[in-house]
């Protein structure tokens, strides 16, 4: 699985720490940006990581700005983008579990690298629970895409 990871300048930090975090445990990870010295609008980078998320079904997205908030309404406006801003580790957990959530964000002026870091992990240790209500569910979620 590859993991596709953004941010805007409130969360370089972060987001390197979070990367080489993930490469160190052997997870393929494409770092779209940005980097030490530049700065851009979080709907750019949330933009740049959700339609990669979207073309490659084998993979997850990870954005970072300085609540998450605006990271997962940006990229939530991408078809096929399930996007879940989230501060602890249940939520992140639940969100791929119950909504099929594709890309987590969270906030680098909100929570800790070590709190990112269990996020990350839950994010991406827990499968879709396919075949049942939550695939229906997510199926109507589809379906408001479809209605716009
Ligand atoms: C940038 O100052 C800040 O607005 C952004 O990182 C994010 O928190 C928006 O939701």
């Avoid at 596709?4 to 930090?13: M, S, V």
């Avoid at 940006?33 to 339609?51: H, L, M, Q, W």
């Avoid at 870091?117 to 229906?136: N, P, S, W």
């Amino acid at each position: 699985m590859k993991i596709y990871i953004g941010c805007d300048h409130a969360a370089i930090d972060m987001k390197n720490e979070i990367s080489e975090y993930l490469r160190e445990k052997s997870y393929t990870v494409e770092d779209l940006g940005i980097n030490t010295g530049e700065k851009i609008d979080y709907p750019i980078s949330a933009e740049r990581v959700a339609r990669k998320v979207v073309s490659d079904k084998n993979s997850l997205g990870i954005l970072i700005c300085g609540t998450g908030i605006g990271m997962s309404i940006a990229s939530n406006k991408v078809k096929g983008i399930r996007a879940a801003a989230v501060s602890e580790v249940y939520s992140a957990k639940m969100t791929r579990i119950h909504n099929n959530a594709n890309i987590i964000c969270f906030g680098a002026r909100v929570i800790g690298i070590e709190t990112a870091k269990m996020i990350v992990d839950a994010f991406l240790e827990a499968e879709f629970e396919d075949g049942g209500r939550h695939a229906a569910r997510v199926e109507l979620i589809s379906k408001l895409e479809e209605n716009f």
